[in-house]
């Protein structure tokens, strides 16, 4: 497959574990937004290589086989923050990081919360109407952007993770801002040109 085909593919994969997904709340609004859905997703892979994609794919498709469900572990383990005393009842049932894991995870997250940052002083029309920021923000149903990452990079295989914390390091050395790269990916997939045409700009 061409990487365009490999981003179908994972987005299709992960889109039919998120409409399985059950909520404490009931079925949420966005789980039938399938438009919505594919773009934010795919805005994110497109940065991505094919590697990368073809690593994570696995990672689906092995959950898949087991009866798993990657982006329900995803927002179960942002329930360590959203909702501390649920995620208390259910952590027994993750998978358990390894602690090399666990210390890639946090470095990556602190570089690219600092993109998210930079980001957001630069363009706040956009920053305004996309999640906040910090952990420390977190509320039981409005999850922050770290929290999420920080969910989402758990459910990472070691390789992928190993593929995406390289390939973080090398956009860190050519002074390239992911959240900018994703964020102009996005406003494209709705089309828009520029940050600057963005006024009434609806977010997942």
């Given at each position: ?6 981003i ?11 409409d ?5 709340g ?16 795919s ?14 794919i696995?990672?689906?498709?092995e ?16 329930m ?5 005393e ?23 997250v ?11 002083e ?17 509320q039981?149903?409005d ?8 969910g989402?990079?758990?459910?990472y ?10 390939f ?31 006024k009434?700009?609806?977010w997942?």
């Open positions: 497959m061409n990487k365009k085909e490999l179908e593919t994972l987005v299709e994969l992960e889109y039919e574990a998120f399985k997904t059950r909520n404490v009931g079925r949420a609004a966005c789980q039938n937004d399938w438009p919505t859905f594919n773009i934010m997703r805005s994110q892979y497109m940065t991505w290589t094919e590697e990368m994609l073809e690593c994570y696995r990672d689906f498709k959950a898949n086989a087991q009866g798993w469900n990657l982006i329900t572990e995803k927002y179960a383990r942002m360590e923050s959203t909702v501390p649920e995620f208390e009842q259910l952590k027994d049932r993750l998978p358990v990081l390894s602690d090399w894991q666990k210390k890639v995870i946090e470095q990556i602190e570089i690219q919360v600092k993109w998210m940052e930079e980001f957001s630069e363009h706040p029309n956009i920053s305004s109407r996309a999640r906040l920021i910090h952990t420390s923000e977190d039981p149903y999850t922050s952007y770290e929290t999420y990452l920080r989402e990079l758990g459910t295989s070691e390789e992928t993770l190993a593929k995406y914390a390289e973080i390091v090398k956009l860190s050395q050519e002074k390239k801002n992911l959240a900018e790269m994703i964020m102009k990916n996005t406003i494209e997939l709705y089309g828009y040109s520029s940050f600057d045409e963005i009434e700009l609806e997942m």
